[in-house]
T-cell receptor
Framework: TQLLEQSPQFLSIQEGENLTVYCNSSSVFSSLQWYRQEPGEGPVLLVTVVTGGEVKKLKRLTFQFGDARKDSSLHITAAQTGDTGLYLCAGTYTGTASKLTFGTGTRLQVTL | GAVVSQHPSWVICKSGTSVKIECRSLDFQATTMFWYRQFPKQSLMLMATSNEGSKATYEQGVEKDKFLINHASLTLSTLTVTSAHPEDSSFYIC????????????FGPGTRLLVL
């Protein structure tokens, strides 16, 4: 059974600070996705990465996929209060089609 | 606009009763639908994979007789929690996909179930 570990589990920072969230697996991903989830809502897709070493940017968010496709990171620059939420990585593995395995989650709180 | 809808958005029921949750794909015919469960302050855990016209595939530890899944059409899947108990209280989320290579999953808004 694949296990996706995210770190840190919880992060409380002030607006304007930078942060990085990590996602690690013991197995190689076919693809990896990052989601943000607000309380009482379903997760919303932020990005999908499929190629080892890939870097994608979405405004202040930078996503990196490890060369070996077993880890990923999400970096947020100059965090804003609107970035508050639960960040989830989720991966697919070879032979499992679209089945997603979610990470343990990182709860981010950004305060003024 | 929303790609996936769930109904109801929240439900409170008495212990021992059954509750049905609907998941609808609004924008396309979904070959596969997934059902997840999320407990407070935890991540999403896949419960089952549902393909239209065939029996659902349940994840290890999920009781198929307790969580009945019916995928009657390419746009509708239902999850019925039978004989619900307080420990079944959770946030239930569905997702839909077309299983095209690289196709993402689109998640519904979730259904919060509280069993008293």
């Amino acid at each position: 059974t694949q296990l996706l570990e995210q770190s840190p589990q919880f992060l409380s920072i002030q607006e304007g600070e930078n942060l990085t969230v990590y996602c690690n697996s013991s197995s190689v991903f076919s693809s990896l996705q990052w989601y943000r989830q607000e309380p009482g809502e379903g997760p919303v897709l932020l990005v999908t990465v499929v190629t080892g070493g890939e870097v994608k940017k979405l405004k202040r968010l930078t996503f990196q996929f490890g060369d070996a496709r077993k880890d990923s990171s999400l970096h947020i620059t100059a965090a804003q209060t609107g970035d508050t939420g639960l960040y989830l990585c989720a991966g697919t593995y070879t032979g499992t089609a679209s089945k997603l395995t979610f990470g343990t989650g990182t709860r981010l709180q950004v305060t003024l | 606009g929303a790609v996936v809808s769930q109904h109801p958005s929240w439900v409170i029921c008495k212990s021992g009763t059954s509750v049905k949750i609907e998941c609808r794909s609004l924008d396309f015919q979904a070959t596969t639908m997934f059902w997840y469960r999320q407990f407070p302050k935890q991540s999403l855990m896949l419960m089952a994979t549902s393909n239209e016209g065939s029996k659902a595939t349940y994840e290890q530890g999920v009781e198929k007789d307790k969580f009945l899944i019916n995928h009657a059409s390419l746009t509708l899947s239902t999850l019925t929690v039978t004989s619900a108990h307080p420990e079944d209280s959770s946030f239930y989320i569905c997702s839909v996909t077309r299983l095209v290579r690289g196709e993402t999953q689109y998640f519904g808004p979730g259904t919060r179930l509280l069993v008293l």
